[in-house]
């Protein structure tokens, strides 16, 4: 089954509405994409919640072994996993009674993505939390992207 793209308004509505972020293989190493995006959102306001077996704490936060390990509700489960690895952690996600199942780029599974939307939970694939914010939110200067470039109004000087 090919699911289309999500809207953009399912995207703002997704990341202005849900603040709780478990990150599922999330890394220690600042110049790891995964430890980057959770960085950029929790500067953006959102309780990150890392999943690494391997560390005990990343960016400050208490670091799970597993989703089902996290004590407290979880609004989106934002995968770097490999594709393979996305049934399992669907089906945790399901469980856990998360509301979004996130993929990040160049993760699809569509057999564990329409079970989490079976199962009521917005999907989103193939897309990076960090980039969408920061396209709908206007982060990207985050990344040194200066974002009054496409403006109407005059730049400030």
């Known amino acids: 089954m090919v699911?289309?793209?999500?809207?953009?308004?399912a995207l703002h509505r997704i990341l202005r509405s849900y603040r709780i972020i478990a990150v599922v293989g999330v890394s220690n190493a600042p110049h790891r994409p995964s430890y980057f995006a959770a960085k950029y959102m929790q500067h953006h306001g959102y309780q990150i919640i890392p999943v690494n077996p391997r560390?005990?704490?990343?960016?400050?936060?208490?670091?799970?072994p597993s989703?089902?390990?996290?004590?407290?509700?979880?609004?989106i489960v934002n995968c770097f996993r490999r594709p393979?690895?996305?049934p399992a952690l669907?089906?945790?996600?399901?469980?856990?009674?998360a509301k979004?199942?996130?993929?990040?780029?160049?993760?699809?599974?569509?057999?564990?993505?329409?079970?989490?939307?079976?199962a009521g939970l917005d999907v989103i694939s193939n897309r990076c939390v960090?980039?969408?914010?920061?396209?709908?939110?206007?982060?990207?200067?985050?990344?040194?992207?200066?974002?009054g470039i496409i403006s109407s109004r005059r730049a400030r000087k």
């Open 55 to 64: 560390y005990e704490t990343v960016l400050g936060e208490p670091c799970y």
């Open 90 to 97: 669907a089906d945790q996600a399901i469980a856990a009674g």
């Open 100 to 118: 979004c199942l996130w993929l990040q780029l160049g993760v699809e599974h569509p057999e564990a993505e329409q079970k989490a939307i079976n």
């Open 130 to 147: 960090k980039i969408e914010h920061g396209r709908l939110f206007g982060g990207l200067n985050y990344a040194g992207v200066n974002t």
């Open 84 to 86: 393979e690895e996305i």
């Open 3 to 9: 699911r289309p793209p999500a809207t953009i308004s």
């Open 67 to 75: 989703i089902a390990d996290i004590p407290v509700p979880i609004d």
